[in-house]
């Protein structure tokens, strides 16, 4: 017959193997401050091990008021920036002797008040909010949220521009989307077509505004910011539309993300446009395949994976002080020819 199922083996069971106090083995596994000897740590690290012992994190949680989770809440986990950005959040975390969980907003408001509300009652010890922060009813109830969960001891990290009272690290998402403008109308280009959000997200706001100003700067205009979302397959009916409407060459197409500008990129090529010679096309954010595209995405390079990990910093340091915004650079391929 086969041997009886054993329960999940406890505390006091540790402690019973390897010889010390209930206090004694508590300190070593749930992460307490107090220092215990090398050799009652290494005895008790050894019995947990054969036992398979597993803290229980709810329980450390209430009894910490937190617990050694930082939540990283994001839009869109299929997101292509989603990856660099927790690369860094995982990579901070485990310096920090943190653990990360993750959770999807899909760009709903309503569904992020949700999803910060089921966090709270886990205690995490910080949260990233990741997803593209907006305005309107729904967002203007997320605030009591956070405050909610900052008030029992979680710290509130949001990713781009800052709100009252909450940490924010960020990157200068309005000055790089103008050295952009700029760059473009040095390159010889005049109209622009910009493919962007719904107004209201304020790092798309940023970047269509930066954007204007630094292509009029030079000589350029905006001829139409088209709201079509920021998917890959919004910039690709978006450039459809236009297409169809008579884009005009040597116009160059700006998506607010290098997915919006990919998108574009393809329809253009559906409808035998030549990218760079006739419509020039560029996005912002330098993911990977802005490089592997043909002809190569001209874009403005965010270190998303440095924000993620400055996030998790701003999350761990009780005396931690907000910083510059972290530069971002304008990268020239070969989608934006120069023009005569």
Known sequence: ?????????????????????????SRVLNGSTRKVADSYRVRVEAAAEILGYTANLSAQATARGTSAVVALVVADVADPGFGQLAAGVTRAAEETGLVVTVAVTGRDPAREVRVVRAL?????????????????EDAAALRPE?????????????LGRGASGLRSVSTDDRGGASALGEELARLGYRDAVVVAADEGIHTFDDRVAGFTAGFARHG????????????????????????????????VVVGVRDVVAIGVMAALREAGRQVGADVAVAGFDDIPL???????????????????????????????????????????????????
């Open 1 to 25: 017959m086969p041997a009886p199922a054993r329960g999940a083996a406890t505390l006091h069971d540790v402690a019973r193997e390897a010889g010390v106090s209930l206090a004694t083995a």
């Open 120 to 136: 709270r009652g886990q205690r995490p010890r910080g949260l990233i909010l990741a997803a593209s922060r907006a305005e309107g």
């Open 146 to 158: 956070l405050d909610a969960l900052a008030q029992i001891g979680g710290r509130v990290v949001v």
């Open 220 to 251: 350029g205009r905006v001829a139409e910011v088209r709201r079509a979302g920021i998917s890959r397959d919004a910039g690709h009916a978006a450039a459809t539309a236009l297409l169809g409407e008579g884009l005009a060459p040597g116009t």
């Open 290 to 340: 802005a490089r592997d595209v043909a002809p190569g995405l001209t874009t403005v390079r965010v270190p998303l994976e440095e924000l993620g990990a400055r996030a998790v910093r701003a999350v761990a340091d009780a005396e931690w002080v907000a910083g510059p915004t972290l530069p971002v650079e304008v990268v020239v391929r070969g989608s934006t020819p120069p023009r005569a």
